[in-house]
């Protein structure tokens, strides 16, 4: 008895996968459990793990083929006998004679864009509110459907919107001979052309502005200096820097809701809740997963669960969910010795900060010339959301709750 292999539920938003990698080969013995293959979605690369024990039988999705979730990826034949095998020859029959060609059927016309399918209620919701017909729209989601950017970008331009290409095409010159023999061409993963889209996406949609501040570290780091070795004695991680800024970001969003709010058609969702992004790099790259409801959590509370995440990040263990629904994202360019960066929106997200190394840089106090630990600070924002006082007064609070941690106790 064979036992199929499916792809299992990928998590809201995400509708297909592609075969990374099979760990086993047909024939290979497997046990319940077990990890068989690996697949990329856009967001996570996870591992699909043996129904039952016996050995791999037929493999029906290769390496490299994209899949939806529930499609058959291969099957399992229990008590080790191979699928061949398992099922008797077909008793040979004298041959019949071929049946006329049924008469073939005229090819039907292809539907006009956005027709006669479910689109979703947020595409339903659009067209009702903008009075433009998602039949006239020209959809890039699965099988053709439209979906709510598509919508967007119709009601943006009057009209119907023109299908986005699946991926940039670049057109490069071709190497010299010489050049081309060490050259090496590797397929980008799922995960690689999510990011290239999004961040493009997000630069050509949102009005992107960044502002900058420098921070004393000094109260931080004292802090943190004094604290380290009980703090880690009694939580069972160590005391970072993520925590206070996640503390200072939280109540600067308090005071500026704007930089915690995002563009919904021609509304704005001011969220009152606070799930903040923490940027993670791993080999198969950026991924950001989401400390949700962090204004109710602990400097330990928070420190942990990024020491959780940035554990299970670089070891593809994440799950989809653990990725989405983040209201704010912060990035930090400085455990690679970045000093200033730009960072680009994590769309629908209105605002980014990014972090820095600290350096001693020498600064006016008191009208005395002295050597601080600075850190340089980049807010970037929606301007369509955010205006640049808003910006200026967000990125002076989370300074401000930095150099005087006191204010993150005391809720100032």
Known sequence: MATEIRVPTLGESVSEATIGRWFKKPGDPVKADEPVLELETDKVTLEVNAPASGTLGDIVAKDGETVSPGAVLGSIVEGGAAAAAAAPAPKAEAPKAAPAPAPTAPAPAPAAPGAAKDH?????????????????????????????????????????????????????????????????????????????????????????????????????????????????????????????FTK?????????????????????????????????GTEKGLVVPVVRDADLLSVAGIEKTIADFGRRARDGKLGIDEMQGGTFTITNGGIYGSLMSTPILNAPQSGILGMHRIEDRPVVRNGQVVVRPMMYLALSYDHRIVDGKEAVTFLVRVKEALEDPARLVLDL
């Open 120 to 244: 979703g209620p947020a595409v339903a919701r659009l067209a009702a509110e903008s009075g433009v017909s998602p039949a006239g729209v020209a959809g890039t989601g699965k099988d053709g459907r439209v979906t709510k950017g598509d919508m967007l970008a119709a009601i943006a331009t009057g009209g119907a919107a023109s299908p986005a290409p699946a991926a940039p095409v670049q057109v490069r010159a071709p190497s010299a001979p010489v050049d081309a023999e060490r050259e090496e061409r590797v397929k980008m993963t799922k995960l690689r052309q999510t990011i290239a889209r999004r961040l493009k996406d997000a630069q050509n949609t949102a009005a992107m502005l960044t502002t900058f501040n420098d921070v004393d570290m000094s109260a931080v780091m004292n802090l943190r200096s004094q604290y380290k070795d009980v703090f880690e004695k009694k939580h069972g991680t160590k005391l970072g820097f993520m925590g206070f």
């Open 248 to 280: 200072a970001v939280i109540q600067a969003l308090k005071d500026i809701p704007a930089v915690n709010a995002e563009i919904d058609g021609q509304d704005l969702v001011y969220k009152n809740y606070y799930h903040i992004g923490i940027a993670v």
